[in-house]
């Protein structure tokens, strides 16, 4: 009967091939896909260092990629001025949507007082859901993760968002609103 | 920390007296819990109460681990072949079809393959597998190569076996008569495929027609 250690193996390496042919002659897939449990864990360090080079790389990629991306915005300038609605459209503690700068940038319009009007891109910060005004609450909501904003300057107060609101600057010639630009905020 | 190297496991399936406690003392043991991992077949069940607990052979060429596709069942450095690691395992079925002692058990409910792996919690603490710790006449040995020698006198542990073309070779021991061991040395798995069973069919004599005189 075979001794188990008789058999000058190391322990890393215990499993033989069912044809009982040497390890060095076996397809190359058999080291790709050990049976050995520690021959499984093992990561060479060419590997290790290959994963930590292509990850930086791609770290810094990105951020490449995001200095382009404020570049551009920055050249392109604001978006047209346009006329949202009248002064009397809209009640004091009341919201109105509408979209700027174009159709696919839902934005809320909110009358705080009788003279102070704010307006704020809907989509909140955290996942893209549609914020919901509560101004007797002083807030925006976002029904999706509990997510709050403040109602006059957009910055997150609870829930999940870190960023506040994209904010949408307004001026007021006679009675009418106009929006006049967006101001994309970090902080 | 890995199973010493001292300790062994031995079957002997001449000891085995069906009572089931190897299958009880399986489900409590903390690597599968709940679930009974080893299998008590009858050998033939129309001629004879005679069964044989089976636990898995952790053979040096696992079976189920070459047909793996998903890279799921590996072996640890003392020669214990775990369960299918749950993140790989697809459950497929291959190992359940290809193990020789069709040890591999497939849980189609959450889809992974759990099998005997040595109770690892315990073994690997030099502690015995729950099987061996309840087996009443010990057909399921956990011990020291000299300590079955001194114990069984008349057996000699054998763990080479023959399936088909495919010689097997296991870390688990089965205990056959010395006598015999000296004659075959390794024990053919798939032996009692060919035997056929006993005919039993009732014939009974019909003493020509009952109806003959019968006038329709």
Known sequence: MADLNSRGMSREQISIPPDGAPLDVQPAWRQDFPIDWPQDLYVERRDFMKFMVLTSAAFTLGQVCIGLQNWYRKQTGQPPVRRIASVDDIAVGAAIGFAYPDEHEPCLLVRLTTNEFVAFGQKCTHLSCAVIPQPAEGSFYCPCHEGRFDLRTGVPIAGPPRRPLTRVVLERRGQDIYAVGVEERTT | ?216
Request: overall charge negative; proline content about 7%.
């Open chain 2, 1 to 216: 920390m890995p199973k010493p190297d001292d300790l062994h496991f031995f079957i002997d399936p001449n000891r085995c007296i069906g009572c089931q406690s190897c299958l009880h003392a399986c489900t409590e043991c903390d690597t599968h819990r709940g679930e009974s991992m080893i299998h008590l077949e009858y050998v033939n069940r129309a001629e004879s109460v005679q069964t044989v607990p089976v636990v898995c052979m952790h053979c040096e060429q696992p079976t189920c681990a070459e047909v793996c596709p998903a890279d799921a069942i590996k072996r640890t450095s003392d020669g214990v072949v775990q369960s299918a690691r749950k993140p790989r395992c697809i459950a497929c079925g291959n190992c359940v079809v290809a193990c020789p002692f069709g040890v591999p058990e497939l849980y189609e409910d959450r889809k992974i393959m759990m099998k005997c792996d040595m109770c690892y919690d315990r073994s690997s603490v030099g502690k015995k597998p729950m099987c061996a710790t309840v087996c009443p006449s010990q057909a399921l040995f956990f011990g020291t190569r000299e300590e079955i020698e001194r114990l069984r006198p008349q057996s000699t542990p054998i763990n080479t076996f023959q399936f088909g073309a495919q010689t097997i070779t296991t870390q688990v021991h089965m205990m056959v008569p010395r006598a015999l061991a000296t004659r075959a040395t390794y024990v053919d798995v798939a032996a009692a495929m060919d035997e056929q069973p006993r005919s039993r069919a009732v014939s009974l004599k019909v003493i020509g027609d009952p109806f003959a005189d019968v006038e329709v």
